[in-house]
């Protein structure tokens, strides 16, 4: 019995935390856990930042939480009557769904006649005159073939459920090819891609790493140990995770895949240190250094997200560096209990040692690059938006194409006015001005609000016409600025211009929109970027230091993590992969990883005094753990999301180079100096 307490007691933990995962567990994906002062649990009204506190004011005097679109095509046109009854009747079963506050179709859009309201529908067909409304360009092509209808959804539903209800009435018509999007949709995408990255993903990448360290120990013993060992620890620390109230968002949805991709190292190097020595106890005393290491250098990797501002990045560098923490103690405890010299010795891989002269080639190649590189990353792209995060094959990128090109725009703005006394039928002219200023503002396609009313009349109309319910409640009014692509991208600049152009009135205004919490966030991400880079390093180079002690072999040490960060920025420059959330974190991770590398060869080198016979000896399981990594971060390559696709195709590509450079350009110069 206690021979295998530790196995026992761990296993009991596991078990505890499984329960605890299972009941707490909980997962978000707004974009809102990235910005500086968000906590879990709290409303949007609470958080202390002017973009998300500008979305819960609109919320609260309009009533509708958030707002999706949907992009329906004729077979012909919607001036038909068959087309339009279609559209009539999706119109109705979408305002009966509980949840949506508001519907606006071109069929909503008043006619004005004296002090009447009639409609554009007339005789059971949509007018042309239509047309000529500069309300309508906002809901239907000229030629009629495309049109929009707009759903306002509450706040008294979870938006998943309510887009769930609408998927499955679109249905129905199928025949109006209908496609949705906007950020509740995004949401729900992002929600059920995070929820394969925690219960689909994850045994896949189990899976492939198992064939990797199959092929190079020959022991399925030895193989699941080092896999189910990163498994156990991070439940137990997601367990802890949770039981403090926390949730798992964009970021740290990953926290297992990376556990078992990167935890899984330090049994392998364990199990092949035993078969080497033939020798439990020996295999302890000789590895239990460069593996601890190994972890502290990955674990400063992570632990420089800590010192940043942005909560999702803490707890991802959190639960990471705690779980790879455990794993270290699990591997020296649990897996030094149960595991055994094999018959069957590891194989070398075909490691072998490529000489002085290859990796004279590869440092000049280093050099070559190095010095060229200014030149490249001058053009990195940064910054990102939801819409970013899906591949271009995805109907979300899809639809937003045909919005750009149909109705050349792709995100809305709101701006809310408000006065101390109440608008009169004066305002309007003040309010013609207004729309006319901000549509010349450059990036902005339409602003649309029901000029054509006088504002007394509205207030009378807008209880029977759900239209005007969307511009006019209470003592606000609201107006869409429709921003064309291009002014995405200059949204912020297209902020201060509205506000110079307000500020020669007697408003109060609110803009507000989703796309000022993206670039809140992007703002974020450089000086984040380098915080984390700089903090890395400087962990790193003072763990090294500390084992080596020779201030010429740590700095040797560090080649291989050096060149594998320029590479990766490299690599984003050409393939043009945008330096936002998820791909700022690439660089940290990719120096805690090929630093480990560094040190078990290093540390074999100083043994041995021989390269050749070092990379002989560390090299397969060199190897044999970064073909498991490329193995694990592969699955990735497999999510619809180019969020997730983009990070394994970095971590693959930097990995590689990482593990090459190591066992070449390292091993010949640290050679020379030992």
């Given amino acids: 019995m206690l021979k295998y307490k530790y196995t026992i007691m761990f296993s009991i933990i596991f078990a505890v935390s499984m329960a605890i995962v299972l009941k707490y567990g909980k997962i978000y994906s707004g974009p809102e856990v990235f910005l500086p002062g968000y906590k879990p649990g709290v409303s949007l009204a609470e958080i202390e930042d002017p973009t998300i506190k500008a979305l819960a004011k609109v919320e609260r005097l309009f009533g509708d ?15 038909e009557a068959e087309n339009l009854r279609k559209l009539k009747e999706l119109e109705g079963k979408l305002r009966n769904i509980d949840g949506v506050e508001n519907v606006l179709s071109v069929v909503d859009i008043p006619r004005f006649e004296g002090f009447s309201v009639r409609s554009y529908v007339e005789g059971g067909k949509l007018a042309k005159d239509v047309l000529k409304d500069p309300n309508a360009s906002t809901f239907i092509t000229k030629d009629g073939k495309y049109t929009l209808i707009y759903c306002a959804l509450s706040a008294k539903r979870p938006s998943r459920e309510v887009v769930t209800q609408i998927k499955e009435v679109l249905k129905s018509f199928e025949e109006l090819s209908p496609m949705m999007f906007g950020e509740p949709v995004i949401d729900q995408e992002l929600f059920s891609e995070l929820a394969r990255q925690t219960f689909v993903y994850p045994p896949l990448i189990f899976s492939f790493i198992l064939i990797v360290f199959l092929l190079q120990t020959r022991s399925l013993k030895g193989s699941l140990l080092s896999l189910i060992i990163p498994v156990m620890a991070s439940v137990t620390i997601m367990a802890i995770h949770f039981s403090l109230g926390n949730f798992l968002n964009i970021l740290t949805v990953m926290t297992l895949s990376y556990l078992i991709i990167i935890g899984s190292a330090y049994g392998l190097h364990f199990y092949n240190g035993v078969q080497f020595y033939e020798n439990v106890g020996i295999a302890t005393k000789r590895k239990l250094i460069p593996i601890m290491f190994s972890m502290l250098t990955t674990v400063a990797g992570f632990t420089s997200f800590i010192f940043l501002d942005i909560r999702a990045f803490k707890e991802l560098g959190i639960l990471v560096s705690s779980g790879l923490a455990l794993v270290f103690v699990m591997v020296f405890t649990f897996m030094r ?18 000489g002085e002269r290859f990796a004279e080639t590869i440092l000049f190649f280093m050099i070559v690059m190095a010095l060229v590189s200014p030149f490249i990353l001058r053009n990195i792209e940064i910054g990102t938006t939801g819409l970013n995060y899906f591949k271009k094959s995805s109907e979300i990128r899809r639809s937003y194409e045909v919005l750009s090109k149909e109705f050349h725009f792709r995100e809305p703005v709101y ?5 101390e006394k109440p608008f009169t039928a004066l305002d309007n002219k003040k309010l013609a001005e207004i729309m006319k200023s901000i549509e010349k503002i450059e990036g902005v396609s339409k602003v649309s609000f029901p000029l054509d009313i006088p504002i007394p009349l509205m207030r009378i109309f807008v209880k029977n016409q759900p239209f005007l319910k969307f511009f006019i409640k209470g003592k606000a009014l609201r107006m869409i600025i429709n921003l ?24 109060y205004y609110t803009v507000a929109g989703t796309i000022f919490v993206w670039v809140k966030i992007n703002s974020e991400i450089l000086s984040s970027q380098m915080e984390s880079f700089f903090i890395a390093l400087l962990l790193i180079f003072a763990m090294v230091f500390a084992i080596f002690r020779r201030l010429i072999i740590s700095l040797t040490t560090m080649i291989p993590i050096g060149f594998t960060a320029l590479m990766n920025f490299i690599n984003m420059t050409v393939l043009h992969i945008n330096l936002e959330l998820s791909t700022s974190i690439i660089t940290s991770m990719l120096m805690g990883l090929v630093i480990d590398y560094s040190i078990h060869i290093a540390s074999e080198i100083k043994r041995t005094k021989s390269a050749k016979v070092a990379v002989e000896n560390v090299g397969p399981a060199i190897l044999g753990n970064a073909l498991g990594l490329i193995a694990g971060f592969s ?8 969020l997730f696709s983009n990070i394994a195709i970095l971590m693959i590509l930097g990995i590689s180079i990482g593990a090459f450079v190591t066992l070449t350009v390292e091993t010949w110069i640290l050679e020379k100096f030992i």
């Fill in 484 to 507: 064309a692509p291009e002014g995405v991208t200059k949204a912020e600049k297209i902020k201060e211009d509205i506000s110079k152009i307000l500020a020669r009135y007697e408003y």
């Fill in 635 to 642: 699955i990735l390559l497999l999510s619809p999301l180019a």
């Fill in 65 to 79: 939480h958030l707002n999706l679109t949907i992009l329906l095509k004729s077979p012909s046109t919607f001036f």
């Fill in 415 to 419: 701006l809310v006015l408000e006065k």
């Fill in 337 to 354: 209990e149960t595991v055994s010299v094999s018959s069957k010795k590891p194989r070398s891989l075909g490691i072998v040692y490529l």
